[in-house]
């Protein structure tokens, strides 16, 4: 059974830096592409960061690009998101995914692709 575990987030202000970490465990951590997500209260959930399997392969959405990270260690099974210059609307629930379909180059940004989730953190930003 494969299961992801997410530590990190909390509260920061606005322009500060976060650390979020997923752990991953249950399977081989490199048969996944790894991607992160959010959730804001009343909105639907987005994309935020992907990472192929040889950790070669990076895609971030628009709202994120040049503020976050997404880096990959497959010796210690953990992907982790750092996100700097934070801002108010980056407040949401943060979750780490796995997309176990993907070429060795792959990165996907479509939830639907992502078959094992975490539990989610939650990230809060004030002005």
């Known amino acids: 059974q494969v299961q992801l575990v997410q530590s990190g987030g909390g509260l920061m202000q606005a322009g500060g830096s976060l650390r979020l970490s997923c752990e991953v465990s249950?399977?081989?951590?490199?048969?996944?592409?790894m991607g992160w997500f959010r959730q804001a209260p009343g909105k639907e959930r987005e994309f935020v960061a992907v990472i192929s399997r040889s950790g070669i392969v990076t895609l971030y959405s628009d709202s994120v690009k040049g503020r976050f990270t997404i880096s990959r260690d497959n010796s210690k099974n953990t992907v982790d998101l750092q996100m700097n210059s934070l801002k108010p609307e980056d407040t949401a629930r943060y979750y780490c995914?796995?997309?176990?379909?993907?070429?060795?180059?792959?990165?996907?940004?479509?939830?639907?692709?992502?078959?094992?989730w975490g539990q989610g953190t939650q990230v809060t930003v004030s002005s």
């Open positions: 249950g399977r081989t951590f490199s048969f996944y592409a």
């Open positions: 995914a796995a997309d176990p379909n993907t070429e060795y180059h792959g990165a996907r940004t479509g939830d639907s692709f992502y078959d094992y």
